[in-house]
């Protein structure tokens, strides 16, 4: 397995419903990023995580959790979301958050809240 | 506020038509500007970094080129295959060691045979 792995690929749940979205990267990197795409809009960054510590985090409601228990993995735990949050959600990774360093996206998760 | 404004938002060529995306921003502090490619059901994939006015980058069709103000991206000949919606993103400083990307919302670009 190479790259950035994003499971599940598509996901439909109500509004009460709790699901978590997984990231897994192979690149060797330490440095995780969810983004949020919406139609007609900008990719929205969400959470930062460099060094397993989380450096940013955009203004995003608390019913999106995000976890990084270790380099290689991110998780966004969702809960009551609202069908606003439908979007296709990128997770990507680095080697660190720095000046020029590539990020490299993940084929995303398409969640669908009803 | 950065602002990253890519124009047009959509366009259509015959295949060989030449043409250029546009991508415009407004930072304070620009780092890098990226050009990444994303297909249908996919995620974003990079294609070129540039950093200073005046700085060209090529592949295969494509070449990137960067001014104070814009970037363009020009497409030579273009296929079908080249297809997809161009993103453009700068990168600025977030504090500290850290850097963050700032996305335009994409240019879709459809090449007919």
């Known amino acids: 397995e190479t790259g950035v792995t994003q499971t599940p690929r598509h996901l439909v749940m109500g509004m009460t419903n709790k699901k978590s979205l997984k990231c897994e990267q192979h690149?060797?990197?330490?440095?995780m990023y969810w983004y949020k795409q919406s139609a007609k809009k900008p990719l929205e960054l969400m959470f930062v995580?460099?060094?397993?510590?989380?450096?940013e985090n955009n203004s995003v409601p608390s019913r999106f959790s995000p976890e990084c228990p270790n380099s290689s993995h991110l998780f966004l735990h969702l809960h009551t979301l609202q069908p606003e949050d439908s979007a296709l959600y990128l997770c990507?990774?680095?080697?660190?958050?720095?000046?020029?360093?590539?990020?490299?996206f993940g084929a995303g998760t398409r969640l669908s809240v009803l | 506020e950065d602002q990253v404004t890519q124009s047009p938002e959509a366009l259509r060529l015959q295949e060989g038509e030449s043409s250029s995306l546009n991508c415009s921003y407004t930072?304070?502090?620009?780092?890098?500007l990226f050009w990444y490619r994303q297909d249908p059901g996919k995620g974003p994939e990079f294609l070129f970094t540039?950093?200073?006015a005046g700085e060209e980058k090529e592949k295969e069709r494509l070449k990137a080129t960067l001014t104070k103000k814009e970037s363009f991206l020009h497409i030579t000949a273009p296929k079908p295959e080249d297809s997809a919606t161009y993103l453009c993103?700068?990168?600025?400083?977030?504090?500290?060691?850290?850097?963050?990307?700032?996305f335009g919302k994409g240019t879709l670009l459809t090449v007919n045979p």
């Open positions: 990507a990774s680095s080697q660190v958050q720095a000046l020029g360093n590539i990020q490299y």
């Open positions: 690149l060797g990197h330490n440095a």
């Open positions: 995580y460099s060094l397993e510590e989380r450096v």
């Open positions: 930072v304070s502090g620009l780092r890098g």
């Open positions: 540039l950093y200073s």
């Open positions: 993103a700068v990168q600025v400083h977030s504090g500290g060691s850290n850097y963050k990307l700032t």
